[in-house]
């Protein structure tokens, strides 16, 4: 599992690269301000929920899919996520975009 800056920065650049190779559902590729909003969003947003040392503020810090959803259920659980999410605007699809990833064969090779 990264547990470094520079480790997690890789991870995000990796899931830049594969949400450029995506097509939303009209065939279109992701616009590069949305793939940064999204990366963002997964790098930063769970420190409003004021998790302290529960969670990874930064959720490239998971590098497998049993981890993710340790800390997604813990971040859903939050008292005040239903607040925070209102205001993440698109968090499910970022969740989403996040759990493909960790199936997808780059997540794994960057590891292996």
Known sequence: ?????????????????WMSAQKKSNGEPYSSNTINNYAG????E??????NDTVSEDLFF??????????????????NFKNVDAGWG?????????????FSKNWRSLWD
């Open 1 to 17: 599992m990264p547990n470094d800056k520079e480790q997690m920065e890789e991870q995000c650049n990796k899931f830049r690269d």
């Open 41 to 44: 969003a997964l790098k930063s």
């Open 46 to 51: 769970t420190a409003k929920l004021g998790l």
């Open 62 to 79: 998971y590098t497998t899919l049993g981890e993710f959803e340790k800390a997604y259920s813990t971040i859903c659980d939050s008292h």
């Open 90 to 102: 698109m968090a499910l699809i970022q969740v989403a975009c996040f759990i493909t990833f960790v």
